[in-house]
């Protein structure tokens, strides 16, 4: 179908694949079979035109399954995945449906995450640079849509990370620590002004400073912060701040 042409038009993938199938059903006037295809990856990588983010040294299972009945029950169901990108490594496992329109994806990953590769989703005159290593778990569920938009405004996102050499840089505000557990959901649902993203940062100690004049030291930290969506720049920026140290 033209509408899933769309979609493969800017995908290039390269490597290793085992493919097999099965088809199952009669072909009449009144009924058409049911369609499974498995495709396992090895060494094998990813690029889409548009997105930032190429996945390399990828392996992993997806089961196609496609009642030609019924196009809106065609789903993918992918299993036992790996894959860098940039300096980090993603693994997990997802649900992608809605094949025929806009895709939703469901997914349920853990990884390694270099904090530096966040740099393609900000904004290119958001003053923030962010350094670290996270490694947690996170769900996510979103639309292609809003994927290849980085509307993260629309989408569903729980995460939760042990984080080593946290050092983020926001205009002129600086904070640094060595090893802190952070957590966050969007949206935030709890807030009316701050709605976009609820965080929480957990550390021994935390050093906060903003340019010459403001030097903090903070120890056995309890932060939570709601905030506005800072990636809209018609929207005023709102940040609901409540820490304990």
């Known amino acids: 179908p033209d509408d899933f042409a769309d979609y ?7 490597g290793n694949a085992r493919v097999n199938g099965r088809l199952k059903g009669v ?6 079979p049911h369609l499974l295809v498995n495709i396992e990856l090895d060494n094998s990588s990813f690029t889409y035109d548009g997105f930032p983010y190429a996945l390399r040294h990828m392996k992993g299972k997806a089961a196609i399954v496609m009642d ?9 169901v992918v299993s036992d995945f790996d894959a860098r990108t940039m300096h980090s490594r993603i693994r997990g496992s997802a649900t992608v449906d ?31 640079d962010l350094k670290g290593v996270a490694q ?7 639309r292609f849509s809003h994927l290849m938009d980085m509307a993260f405004d629309k989408m569903s996102v729980d995460g939760k990370f042990a984080v080593k050499g946290f050092d983020m840089l ?5 904070a640094r620590s060595a090893t802190a557990e952070l957590a966050f959901t969007l949206p935030n649902p709890s807030h009316v002004r701050a709605n976009f993203a609820e965080l929480q940062l957990l550390t021994e100690q935390l050093e906060v400073e903003q340019g010459e004049s403001v030097s903090v030291v ?7 912060a709601a905030t506005s969506n800072v990636m ?14």
């Not at 072909?27 to 058409?32: A, P, T």
């Not at 926001?170 to 600086?174: E, G, L, M, W």
């Not at 903070?218 to 939570?224: D, E, F, K, P, S």
Request: no cysteine; proline share 1%.
């Open 8 to 14: 493969l038009a800017g995908i290039k993938l390269d």
């Open 27 to 32: 072909v009449n006037e009144q009924s058409l």
């Open 68 to 76: 030609m009945n019924q196009e809106d029950s065609w789903h993918v």
């Open 98 to 128: 809605d094949l025929m329109g806009d895709m939703r994806f469901d997914l349920r990953a853990n990884g390694e995450l270099n904090l530096a590769d966040a740099a393609p989703m900000m904004r290119d005159d958001l003053k923030m």
């Open 136 to 142: 947690g778990a996170l769900t996510m569920q979103f």
């Open 170 to 174: 926001f205009d002129t505000i600086s």
């Open 218 to 224: 903070m120890t056995g930290v309890n932060m939570r």
């Open 232 to 245: 809209d720049t018609t929207l005023a920026r709102v940040v609901d701040l409540d820490a304990v140290a």
